[in-house]
């Protein structure tokens, strides 16, 4: 698909814990890059073709900086795509 990994890290911070509503989370963050590119809306069709499992379609982040959307990977954890606008 064209993806960097620029970034890949655990985290165990407080804010993680409430945003996801569970205390002591550690979660697993790769953040990847499209060199090539491609926008959100491209991306899931490309893996939706592929048939990923999505929850949902690229949406309009609430305060209106990025596109995102949800889908899980082989072993069903869910993963967000962003696109920052």
Not at 45 to 64: A, D, H
Request: aromatic share 10%; glycine share 6%.
């Amino acid at each position: 698909m064209g993806l960097e990994v620029i970034q890949d890290f655990w985290d165990d911070s407080n804010y993680m814990n409430k945003i996801t509503g569970i205390e002591e989370v550690n979660t697993h963050m790769i953040k990847l890059k499209a060199n090539d590119g491609t926008v959100i809306e491209k991306a899931y069709k490309r893996l939706m073709q592929k048939g990923v499992k999505f929850i949902s379609q690229p949406m309009l982040f609430s305060e209106g900086f990025a596109k995102v959307c949800f889908c899980f990977d082989p072993n069903n954890t869910r993963i967000e795509l962003v696109e920052m606008l």
